[in-house]
């Protein structure tokens, strides 16, 4: 508990006086907490409390796009992130770095406020699964992953333009399945810390906030694929793909409802039918599926969440319930590409790229 006294995070928040703010941000963090085990073969790794530690730089944005006003000027960034991952015998130390955006809950020109930061990148493993010297380490079995980063915080004003602030967060890292094994860390920590912002103070430029959502239904079918392996002990790579076609509409001026009914082929479905001796033929491992979501829109981009159940699934060795994190970009008004990673309840399933054409609107 003695670290719950020096964790230093370093949160990034403009600071705003009179409709004036400090353009840049920049901070450190020390994070602390403890690794999900989502079974009893991870207790291994549960060798030493966790720490994080983190520096970061942040932009605050300048309102002339609308999204930047309905979602208080958010911050953009990125965080370099140093993880002791709590485990010096299997997992060793990682080194990540990931873009973000920092959304203000609450008023950011008071004294204190609360904050949300979202950011995904990459991370870089030196200890790494090996049959020979590091067979227990089920966790991560390649040097490169994805990181997910999420946390929630509080800040308080110490004296301008320096904050103090504190909270907690949730940390992911795999390589989707790329290679196996591959549990995946997750975990949980708390963290502290303060922030200085800097730069010549600019007025805010401020925008229409009469934001009006229209109700407009929009469909769009999407083509994805993947890459993954489904067991430790064969290196082969097999090909995932799905075919999405999805409904949407506008609930808030740059939020979306979705809705999808996706089909999905995974040519390492059969194989592993077939190594645990179920007759099967391989049309029989298409997985229809549905499927419900919600998006965020910050101009070209969005972040695109989802949760389905397979109407139908030969190999129900991870459940029937699947989720979907993406980030989207939009590359004219009708066509767009995602890449997310898709899960079984926590468990990576593979990296997913999709492309998406809009085929109509109402």
């Given at each position: 508990?003695?670290?719950?006294?020096?964790?230093?995070?370093?949160?990034?928040?403009?600071?705003?006086?009179?409709?004036?703010?400090?353009?840049?941000?920049?901070?450190?963090?020390?994070?602390?907490?403890?690794?999900?085990?989502?079974?009893?073969?991870?207790?291994?790794?549960?060798?030493?409390?966790?720490h994080f530690y983190e520096l970061y730089i942040a932009r605050a944005t300048n309102g002339k796009?609308?999204?930047?006003?309905?979602?208080?000027?958010?911050?953009?960034?990125?965080?370099?992130?140093?993880?002791?991952?709590?485990?010096?015998?299997?997992?060793?130390?990682?080194?990540?770095?990931?873009?973000?955006?920092?959304?203000?809950?609450?008023?950011?020109?008071?004294?204190?406020?609360?904050?949300?930061?979202?950011?995904?990148?990459?991370?870089?493993?030196?200890?790494?699964?090996?049959?020979?010297?590091?067979?227990?380490?089920?966790?991560?079995?390649?040097?490169?992953?994805?990181?997910?980063?999420?946390?929630?915080?509080?800040?308080?004003?110490?004296?301008?333009?320096l904050y103090l602030c504190g909270g907690w967060a949730f940390t992911h890292i795999s390589n989707?399945?790329?290679?196996?094994?591959?549990?995946?860390?997750?975990?949980?920590?708390?963290?502290?810390?303060a922030n200085y912002a800097f730069g010549k103070e600019k007025a805010v430029e401020k925008v229409?906030?009469?934001?009006?959502?229209?109700?407009?239904?929009?469909?769009?079918?999407?083509?994805?694929?993947?890459?993954?392996?489904?067991?430790?002990?064969?290196?082969?790579?097999?090909?995932?793909?799905?075919?999405?076609?999805?409904?949407?509409?506008?609930?808030?001026?740059?939020?979306?409802?979705?809705?999808?009914?996706?089909?999905?082929?995974?040519?390492?479905?059969?194989?592993?039918?077939?190594?645990?001796?179920?007759?099967?033929?391989?049309?029989?491992?298409?997985?229809?599926?549905?499927?419900?979501?919600?998006?965020?829109?910050?101009?070209?981009?969005?972040?695109?969440?989802?949760?389905?159940?397979?109407?139908?699934?030969?190999?129900?060795?991870?459940?029937?319930?699947?989720?979907?994190?993406?980030?989207?970009?939009?590359?004219?008004?009708?066509?767009?590409?995602?890449?997310?990673?898709?899960?079984?309840?926590?468990?990576?399933?593979?990296?997913?790229?999709?492309?998406?054409?809009?085929?109509?609107?109402?």
């Amino acid at each position: 508990m003695k670290y719950l006294f020096v964790l230093g995070i370093l949160c990034f928040f403009p600071v705003r006086t009179e409709g004036k703010e400090f353009p840049w941000i920049a901070g450190t963090a020390v994070h602390t907490g403890f690794l999900i085990n989502q079974n009893n073969n991870m207790k291994i790794f549960n060798e030493q409390i966790p720490h994080f530690y983190e520096l970061y730089i942040a932009r605050a944005t300048n309102g002339k796009q609308q999204w930047h006003s309905f979602y208080r000027y958010p911050q953009y960034g990125v965080s370099y992130m140093l993880f002791d991952l709590g485990s010096p015998s299997y997992l060793g130390k990682a080194h990540g770095i990931y873009p973000f955006l920092h959304f203000f809950l609450s008023d950011a020109e008071r004294a204190a406020c609360v904050n949300l930061r979202l950011g995904a990148g990459v991370a870089y493993l030196k200890n790494t699964f090996d049959r020979m010297d590091n067979y227990k380490n089920i966790a991560i079995s390649t040097h490169l992953n994805a990181v997910i980063h999420l946390r929630m915080e509080g800040r308080v004003r110490i004296a301008q333009p320096l904050y103090l602030c504190g909270g907690w967060a949730f940390t992911h890292i795999s390589n989707g399945t790329v290679k196996k094994p591959n549990a995946g860390l997750n975990y949980i920590t708390v963290h502290a810390g303060a922030n200085y912002a800097f730069g010549k103070e600019k007025a805010v430029e401020k925008v229409d906030n009469d934001f009006i959502a229209e109700r407009n239904w929009h469909y769009a079918i999407y083509l994805s694929g993947g890459v993954k392996t489904y067991t430790m002990f064969d290196d082969a790579k097999y090909i995932a793909s799905g075919l999405s076609l999805e409904a949407s509409r506008s609930h808030l001026a740059f939020t979306r409802f979705n809705g999808t009914v996706d089909l999905f082929y995974d040519r390492s479905d059969y194989a592993y039918l077939m190594d645990n001796d179920v007759e099967t033929k391989k049309i029989q491992t298409l997985k229809p599926g549905i499927a419900a979501g919600y998006s965020f829109f910050f101009g070209a981009l969005a972040a695109n969440a989802q949760i389905g159940r397979y109407i139908y699934a030969k190999n129900q060795q991870y459940g029937l319930f699947y989720q979907r994190l993406a980030l989207s970009y939009a590359i004219t008004e009708r066509l767009n590409v995602r890449f997310g990673l898709k899960t079984h309840l926590g468990q990576a399933d593979y990296l997913e790229m999709s492309i998406g054409l809009r085929i109509s609107k109402q």
